[in-house]
Each structure stands twice: as structure tokens, then as C-alpha cells.
């Protein structure tokens, strides 16, 4: 392997480290968002039972005779 092959190599291979990197940061990103959100919901679901309230999912209603 001439010093030129070697050095392209090098080279192809520190592009696709770059790319997988920008990929990988994006990824976090992402996922960071998701973390927030869940963490404002977990918030919010403390608040109701420490307050007694039941969680306003939308999916429990209350029967017409109350």
C-alpha cells in the first residue's frame, strides 16, 4: 500500500466517522426532546396525585350519575 492509498483511506474512513457522529448527534437531540417531554408529564402526573386528583388522560370518565 502506496503512502497516496493509505492516506485516502484515512481519509474515507474520517468522513464516515464524521458522518456517523452528525448522525449520532442528532439522534440525542431527538431523544433529549423526548426526555423533556416525559419529564413534564411525570411532573404534571405528580402534581395530580399528590393533590388527589385523578390523572386527566382523557380516557376515564366518570359515569352520568355523578
Same mark, same amino acid.
Given at each position: 500500500? $502506496? ?8 481519509? +474515507?474512513?474520517?468522513? !464516515? =466517522?464524521?458522518? !456517523?457522529?452528525?448522525?449520532? @448527534?442528532?439522534?440525542? =437531540? +431527538? =431523544?433529549? %426532546?423526548?426526555?423533556?417531554? =416525559?419529564?413534564? +408529564?411525570? $411532573? &404534571? *402526573?405528580? %402534581?395530580? *396525585?399528590? $393533590? %388527589?386528583?385523578?390523572?386527566? @388522560? %382523557?380516557?376515564?370518565? &366518570?359515569?352520568? !350519575?355523578?
Amino acid at each position: 500500500m $502506496t503512502e497516496i492509498e493509505r492516506i485516502i483511506l484515512l481519509e +474515507e474512513r474520517y468522513a !464516515h =466517522l464524521q458522518r !456517523h457522529t452528525a448522525e449520532q @448527534d442528532k439522534a440525542m =437531540l +431527538e =431523544l433529549a %426532546g423526548v426526555v423533556a417531554q =416525559l419529564r413534564k +408529564e411525570i $411532573t &404534571r *402526573l405528580r %402534581g395530580q *396525585l399528590a $393533590t %388527589g386528583r385523578e390523572p386527566d @388522560d %382523557g380516557t376515564s370518565e &366518570r359515569p352520568p !350519575h355523578y
